[in-house]
């Protein structure tokens, strides 16, 4: 991958990271304008409404030229990290379906009894 592809990539990524955080930020200022009694403006309100853009998956940003996954050791340790935060979500999911009474997809619970990736 040369300099020239990875530097857009990062500053895709950036650009990412900067709108899901204006998205929470206008979620949270609405939350709080509430809870204060203000009246929020338009373009907050119209801001927090949107649906924040999917971060780009590892299993996409770690791909070589030809695309074979990476397999030195830091592509590796952020693969796991992916797979483990994605089982960790799942379990949650599990438990907060059963405390409230509702069913898990099979695909979902499936998901949450696989075991954690080393982090080595």
């Known amino acids: 991958m040369s300099d020239l592809d990875q530097e857009a990539r990062a500053s895709r990524e950036e650009a990412i990271l900067r709108i899901r955080r204006g998205i929470r930020a206008a979620q949270l200022r609405i939350t709080l304008d509430d809870l204060q009694g ?33 397999a030195d050791p830091a592509s590796r340790r952020v693969l796991a990290l992916h797979v483990r935060r994605n089982i960790l979500a799942t379990q ?29």
């Open 38 to 70: 203000r009246q929020t403006p338009e373009a907050v309100l119209r801001l927090a409404k949107l649906t924040p853009p999917l971060l780009p998956s590892p299993f996409v940003t770690l791909r070589t030229p030809d695309g074979k996954l990476r």
């Open 92 to 120: 949650l999911r599990v438990a907060l379906d059963k405390e409230r009474g509702r069913v898990t997809p099979e695909a979902v619970t499936r998901l949450a009894q696989m075991e954690l990736p080393s982090l080595r």
